[in-house]
């Protein structure tokens, strides 16, 4: 593994990400969003999918999102028990989603993934169908094996099944209603899912952020879990169903270990995607997609590539909108023609766009962010080291003095 500056052993986190909006779903917004961060050197690092539902989802996963980050970042704990500290973040977040979004996050929510890494550590948290995965390389055959680092919450999960039932909800299938004989019979069919005690509800997760219709069945803890990460940990995964859906863990680490460049591992990883939902339904719906891809190898000595994630994850936070020197996207073979979607919103990268402008990813590149970004209000929720970035007082890399426990320690 590399070894940042400080002598303390550990890889090095460069991140990408890119986001499609979907369509066909008579939505004209993207309901997934994303969080991306590292420290000037790489030793430390946050990233984060979230996927909301419901008619509130965009809102319910862009507030989730910044508020678990800053949670996380001002947890006292952070250092000495970063699973706990995680735990803690989306107890908090939750709790704020009840106190500020009650009626709107009443039959919407969001699911959670974010992985932390700090050095030759790794935790990640998860509540809902988004997905981790681990990339490691065996380096004798140069081959890459899968390993997943969250398992998806459905409710059709022996273990989750068990935990609602407990609860008093009940786990079933939609009912459809079909013509018969001159009357109607109603059928059931597609994933099973949670409901009250009224057979109400009908949501294909056992866990999510927000759904406060849905508690105590549908829990918002999460799950987490721990890593001591060894040399041959290259990789990380992020997704949302978007990407699971039709796309397996080991293809999406096998795409990303061929690119040198997150942006485009996340890019590819992306555009597959899309194009086997624009095959299955020939074209007439894909879901909203999002990968964050994070590489956990060194970082050679001089590179940007560390230095510039942090600027532009703290740009993306800020929601100083799109980079000028964005790339262009992926031809499409089917389906829409893609185009520029929206800035970020909050503290968090996301993506929107009106119902025109379906299909173009967001992925995060170099840029040069405004000074004037320090001013904004939403620096509230970022660490001091992350703002003195963005405003251009100090240099890439260079440490900066703070009370946050992002910023203190290598």
């Not at 999918?49 to 509130?56: L, N, R, Y």
């Not at 809102?59 to 508020?67: L, T, V």
């Not at 590819?268 to 007439?284: D, F, H, K, P, Y």
Request: glycine share 10%; charged share 20%.
């Amino acid at each position: 593994a590399g070894v940042p500056s400080g002598g303390l052993a550990g890889p090095r986190a460069v991140y990408g990400a890119y986001t499609i909006q979907n369509f066909g779903k008579n939505s004209n917004e993207n309901q997934d969003a994303y969080f991306t961060s590292a420290n000037p050197n790489g030793s430390k690092s946050f990233v984060g999918v979230f996927d909301g539902h419901g008619e509130k989802g965009k809102r319910m996963s862009n507030f989730a999102s910044a508020a678990l980050a800053r949670h996380l970042f001002s947890h006292k704990e952070l250092h000495a028990d970063p699973a706990a500290a995680l735990e803690s973040a989306y107890k908090a977040t939750q709790d704020d989603i009840e106190r500020r979004h009650g009626q709107d996050a009443s039959q919407s929510g969001t699911t959670a993934v974010a992985a932390y890494q700090h050095r030759d550590r790794l935790f990640v948290a998860n509540v809902g169908d988004s997905r981790a995965v681990l990339g490691r390389c065996d380096t004798g055959r140069r081959n890459y094996s899968a390993v997943d680092l969250s398992s998806d919450h459905k409710p059709s999960r022996p273990d989750e099944k068990e935990r609602v039932l407990a609860a008093g909800g009940h786990v079933d299938q939609m009912a459809f209603p079909v013509l018969h004989n001159g009357g109607v019979r109603w059928i059931r069919g597609g994933p099973e899912r949670v409901m009250d005690r009224n057979g109400m509800g009908g949501l294909a997760m056992s866990r999510s952020l927000g759904d406060l219709a849905l508690r105590p069945y549908v829990s918002s803890k999460p799950e987490v879990t721990e890593r001591r990460l060894d040399s041959k940990d290259r990789l990380l995964v992020l997704g949302s169903d978007g990407i699971w859906d039709h796309m397996s863990s080991q293809e999406a680490v096998d795409i990303a270990a061929r690119h040198s460049d997150p942006n485009n591992a996340a890019r590819e990883i992306s555009s597959v995607a899309r194009q086997r939902w624009n095959e299955e339904t020939e074209g007439l719906m894909s879901d909203d997609i999002t990968a964050v891809v994070v590489k956990l190898g060194s970082t050679p000595p001089g590179s940007t590539l560390a230095p510039v994630a942090a600027t532009v994850g703290c740009l993306r936070l800020l929601g100083c909108g799109s980079p000028s020197n964005e790339p262009p996207p992926p031809p499409a073979s089917t389906g829409p023609t893609a185009t520029p979607s929206g800035g970020a919103r909050g503290a968090a990268a996301s993506s929107s766009s009106s119902g025109a402008e379906r299909g173009r990813g967001t992925p995060i590149t170099s840029s040069t962010p405004p000074a004037a970004a320090a001013a904004s209000p939403a620096t509230a929720a970022l660490p001091r080291a992350c703002l003195r970035q963005v405003a251009g007082a100090a240099p890439p890399g260079e440490a900066a003095s703070s009370s946050s426990s992002w910023a203190r320690g290598p």
